[in-house]
């Protein structure tokens, strides 16, 4: 049975492209024909001059101008729902919205949306799709545009869990509530807009509020399981779907990581301190907003419970005995220390907000992550950084080097090596891929990545503001 890796990449096999010539003439952008893009703003177009003009590098800029206005020129289809704006991103080469990736694709343009009335109506479109698509079924993943269809995903056609209509995939990642949160939380503060925040939307919170409380798992499993016929283990869950057992301590109980692979144990902690951060966030936007003191109340109730948690079952300690962050507990004292390239991961938690990057606790932990204390992180021949399972040993994700330029952005040598090895991960293409062999990024996982493009234009966008000097430099 085909599953989304063996679509993506026939399982452990990459796509490869030519290697990238250092001496072609001139960089064609990559970018659709404009009569040919999903969605146009003139605040991103200005943007993109903006920020290009400061970028010295000619392979740095050219690919700056093909991955910022990625998901908006090929992953937007606008629409209408009950006469308000309504937006469906799909995720790439995928044509299905995934919560995550849809609300970090939309990210690195929020800045610009006070100022641009259709940014604004792409924005309140897709937190009314996303509240539809919880409201449908908290536990899925991703979802399909027609809400009336059944999955075409040829992974998900036989998998055993409760399958709704207008459902591409029913993974259980916590992650996927947390981000609807944190995009609207950060489009209200980013315009004073508080249009869709509506009873709907305040249904979906109270909902995702509701399932974060079932998975603690205080009085039993819980509604979800979910079984999957795969050679891969990291595509179901044992025990009869219901996963690996927890012990009922406050944390909230994981079915998959946001690399959509299981947990090995079900208490993911960076997925839980995301959870805390989103929790608090959604209570001063429910307060501001909608001065819903009883939603304020419950998040800011479960947000203290999980953190209280946290503080007593989410750290461990490595062989030579540094106290750090654990990527994964189950409550009974077991523990793994591992970092995935996914956001979240322990790498991401100071980008998401989670930790102050200054805390010795997560320097400690990201230093670790960045390690050979990490089973995922590999150095080879042109690139360094973190993987995962998802697509096996030796392939890095140009994602966790960019969570790492985020981090470490006032440290120029790094953010100076990080960019030279993104520029040399592209394989000539001019935009981010999923994962590269660290040795040859000609073999690489996944074109059209939507995603991964617009993190790395949101990273240029961020260093044209910190570390203008840096940009001018010719990598």
Same mark, same amino acid.
């Given at each position: 049975?085909?599953?989304?890796?063996?679509?993506?990449?026939?399982?452990?096999?990459?796509?490869?492209?030519?290697?990238?010539?250092?001496?072609?003439?001139?960089?064609?952008?990559?970018?659709?024909?404009?009569?040919?893009?999903?969605?146009?703003?003139?605040?991103?177009?200005?943007?993109i001059?903006?920020?290009?003009?400061?970028?010295?590098?000619?392979?740095?800029?050219?690919?700056?101008?093909?991955?910022?206005?990625?998901?908006?020129d090929?992953?937007?289809?606008?629409?209408?729902?009950?006469?308000?704006?309504?937006?469906?991103?799909?995720?790439?080469?995928?044509?299905?919205?995934?919560?995550?990736?849809?609300s970090?694709?939309?990210?690195?343009?929020?800045?610009?949306?006070?100022?641009?009335?259709?940014?604004?109506?792409?924005?309140?479109?897709?937190?009314?799709r996303?509240?539809?698509?919880?409201?449908?079924?908290?536990?899925a993943?991703?979802?399909?545009?027609?809400?009336?269809?059944?999955?075409?995903?040829?992974?998900?056609?036989?998998d055993?869990?409760?399958?709704?209509?207008?459902?591409?995939?029913?993974?259980?990642?916590?992650?996927?509530?947390?981000?609807?949160?944190?995009?609207?939380?950060?489009?209200?503060? !980013? =315009?004073?807009? /508080?249009?869709?925040?509506? +009873?709907?939307?305040?249904?979906?919170?109270?909902?995702?509020? *509701?399932?974060? #409380?079932?998975?603690?798992?205080?009085?039993?499993?819980?509604?979800?399981?979910?079984?999957?016929?795969?050679?891969?283990?990291t595509?179901?869950?044992?025990?009869?779907?219901?996963?690996?057992?927890?012990?009922?301590?406050?944390?909230?109980?994981?079915?998959?990581?946001?690399?959509?692979d299981?947990?090995?144990?079900?208490?993911?902690?960076?997925?839980?301190?995301?959870?805390?951060?989103?929790?608090?966030?959604?209570?001063?936007?429910?307060?501001?907003?909608?001065?819903?003191?009883?939603?304020?109340?419950? !998040? =800011?109730?479960? /947000?203290?419970?999980?953190? +209280?948690?946290?503080?007593?079952?989410?750290?461990?300690?490595? *062989?030579?005995? #540094?106290?750090?962050?654990?990527?994964?507990?189950?409550?009974?004292?077991?523990?793994?220390?591992?970092?995935?390239?996914n956001?979240?991961s322990?790498?991401?938690?100071?980008?998401?907000?989670?930790?102050?990057?200054?805390?010795?606790?997560?320097?400690?932990?990201?230093?670790?992550?960045?390690?050979?204390?990490?089973?995922?992180?590999?150095?080879?021949?042109?690139?360094?950084g973190?993987?995962?399972?998802?697509?096996?040993?030796?392939?890095?994700?140009?994602?966790?080097?960019?969570?790492?330029?985020?981090?470490?952005?006032?440290?120029?040598?790094?953010?100076?090596?990080?960019?030279?090895?993104?520029?040399?991960?592209?394989?000539?293409?001019?935009?981010?891929?999923?994962?590269?062999?660290?040795?040859?990024?000609?073999?690489?996982?996944?074109?059209?990545?939507?995603?991964?493009?617009?993190?790395?234009?949101?990273?240029?966008?961020?260093?044209?503001?910190v570390?203008?000097?840096?940009?001018?430099?010719?990598?």
């Open positions: 049975m085909m599953d989304r890796r063996t679509l993506l990449g026939s399982g452990l096999a990459l796509a490869a492209t030519p290697a990238f010539a250092a001496d072609t003439p001139a960089f064609v952008s990559k970018r659709p024909a404009p009569a040919d893009r999903r969605f146009v703003s003139k605040a991103v177009e200005r943007e001059v903006r920020v290009s003009s400061k970028i010295a590098d000619p392979k740095l800029r050219w690919m700056f101008g093909n991955c910022y206005p990625n998901t908006l090929t992953t937007v289809k606008m629409g209408v729902v009950d006469g308000k704006p309504d937006a469906f991103v799909i995720t790439g080469d995928i044509d299905a919205l995934w919560l995550r990736d849809s970090a694709q939309v990210r690195p343009y929020l800045h610009l949306a006070k100022e641009d009335a259709d940014l604004r109506r792409l924005y309140q479109g897709l937190i009314a996303q509240a539809r698509c919880i409201l449908l079924d908290p536990y993943n991703a979802f399909l545009e027609d809400t009336n269809a059944r999955t075409e995903l040829s992974w998900a056609l036989h055993k869990t409760e399958m709704k209509p207008g459902v591409a995939e029913r993974k259980w990642e916590i992650d996927s509530l947390c981000y609807p949160i944190r995009l609207a939380h950060d489009y209200w503060k !980013a =315009t004073g807009d /508080a249009t869709p925040f509506d +009873a709907q939307w305040a249904e979906a919170a109270h909902t995702t509020i *509701r399932t974060f #409380r079932e998975q603690q798992r205080k009085d039993g499993p819980g509604p979800y399981r979910f079984l999957r016929s795969s050679d891969r283990p595509e179901t869950l044992m025990l009869d779907g219901y996963g690996p057992p927890s012990r009922p301590v406050g944390l909230i109980h994981c079915g998959f990581r946001p690399s959509d299981s947990c090995a144990y079900p208490f993911l902690i960076p997925s839980n301190h995301f959870a805390v951060t989103v929790l608090r966030e959604l209570a001063a936007l429910a307060m501001a907003a909608r001065r819903d003191s009883a939603l304020a109340n419950d !998040a =800011t109730s479960l /947000a203290g419970e999980v953190e +209280a948690a946290l503080r007593d079952y989410g750290t461990m300690r490595l *062989r030579d005995g #540094r106290e750090v962050i654990a990527y994964e507990v189950d409550g009974f004292g077991n523990a793994i220390f591992m970092d995935d390239a956001v979240p322990l790498s991401s938690l100071a980008y998401l907000r989670c930790v102050d990057r200054t805390d010795p606790l997560w320097q400690r932990t990201a230093a670790a992550a960045w390690s050979e204390a990490n089973p995922y992180w590999s150095r080879g021949k042109v690139v360094e973190i993987g995962g399972p998802h697509v096996g040993l030796g392939q890095v994700w140009p994602m966790s080097l960019i969570m790492r330029g985020f981090s470490y952005d006032s440290d120029v040598r790094t953010l100076r090596n990080i960019l030279r090895m993104l520029s040399n991960s592209d394989a000539g293409t001019g935009f981010i891929h999923e994962a590269v062999n660290q040795d040859d990024p000609s073999k690489f996982t996944r074109d059209w990545f939507a995603w991964a493009n617009g993190l790395f234009g949101e990273l240029l966008v961020h260093l044209a503001g570390q203008p000097k840096l940009l001018q430099e010719t990598l």
